[in-house]
C-alpha cells in the first residue's frame, strides 16, 4: 500500500514504453478501496502523461483506472486530443476510479472527445457522459457528423444545421428510438440554431413564391 502511494512511481514503465514503437495498448487499474482515495498521490505525472502523447499520440486502448488522476491530468489529454489529428484511442480511453477528476475537468474532455474523428469508448465515473458519448460516436464516426462542423465543432449557419437533420432522418438500419435520441441530442447540442433554422426556411419560401 505504501509502494502504491507513491508520486510518479509509473513514470518509469511509461518511459520505457515509448521506445517501443509496436505497443498501443496500456492498461493500468489501482483498486484501493480506501476512504481516503482522494488523498493519494497520482501514479503517473503530468510531465510524463504529457511526453507520452508527444512521442506516441496514437493508442489502440489507454486504461487509467485508480491512478489518481486529477483535471490537469485531463487537460494534458484533451490538449492532445484538440490539437493532433492523430492523437486518439481507438478503442478505449479508460479514466475510471479516480475521484480527484471534478465534473468540470471531465466535462471539458468529454466535450473535446464528442468532436473528434475516429474516437473509441471513453469510460469514467458520470455514466451520464459516458453514455452521452457512446450515444454520439457512431454518428462520428460512421455518419460523418464533424464534416457539417467547424473547427470549434459547431454548426456555422442554419443550412448546414438542416442538412445534418436530413441525414439524421433518414440513417438505414437504425431503429426509430435511437434516431429519435440522435434528433433530440442535435437539438440540445446548440439549440440557438432553432429560431435561426425557422427564420432561414421561411426566406427562402417568400424567395420561391416571388
Known amino acids: 500500500p505504501a509502494l502504491l502511494s507513491t508520486p510518479g512511481l509509473l513514470d518509469p514503465l511509461w518511459k520505457a514504453v515509448e521506445s517501443i514503437p509496436q505497443l498501443d495498448e496500456v492498461q493500468l487499474h489501482r483498486t484501493s478501496g480506501s476512504p481516503d482515495e482522494r488523498k493519494f498521490p497520482a501514479l503517473v505525472s503530468h510531465d510524463c502523461l504529457q511526453h507520452l502523447l508527444l ?73 451520464s457522459w459516458a453514455a452521452t458519448f457512446d450515444l454520439v460516436r457512431p454518428l462520428n464516426n460512421l455518419h460523418r457528423r464533424l464534416e457539417y462542423k467547424d473547427e470549434r465543432g459547431r454548426f456555422v449557419n442554419p443550412q448546414l444545421w438542416m442538412d445534418w437533420f436530413q441525414v439524421l432522418s433518414n440513417l438505414p438500419w437504425i431503429d426509430e428510438t435511437r434516431k429519435l435520441n440522435y434528433i433530440w441530442f442535435t437539438l440540445l447540442e446548440q439549440p440557438e440554431m432553432i429560431p435561426s433554422a425557422v427564420s432561414y426556411v421561411s426566406r427562402s419560401n417568400a424567395a420561391s413564391q416571388e
Open 55 to 127: 512521442v506516441k499520440p496514437k493508442w489502440w486502448r489507454m486504461a487509467l483506472d485508480g491512478m489518481g488522476l486529477d483535471d490537469g491530468h485531463l487537460h494534458i489529454i484533451g490538449s492532445a486530443l484538440r490539437e493532433s489529428k492523430d492523437c486518439k484511442m481507438n478503442d478505449l480511453l479508460s479514466l475510471s476510479g479516480n475521484p480527484k477528476i471534478t465534473p468540470k475537468g471531465l466535462s471539458q474532455l468529454y466535450n473535446i472527445c464528442l468532436n473528434k474523428q475516429r474516437m473509441g469508448l471513453v469510460l469514467s465515473d458520470d455514466p
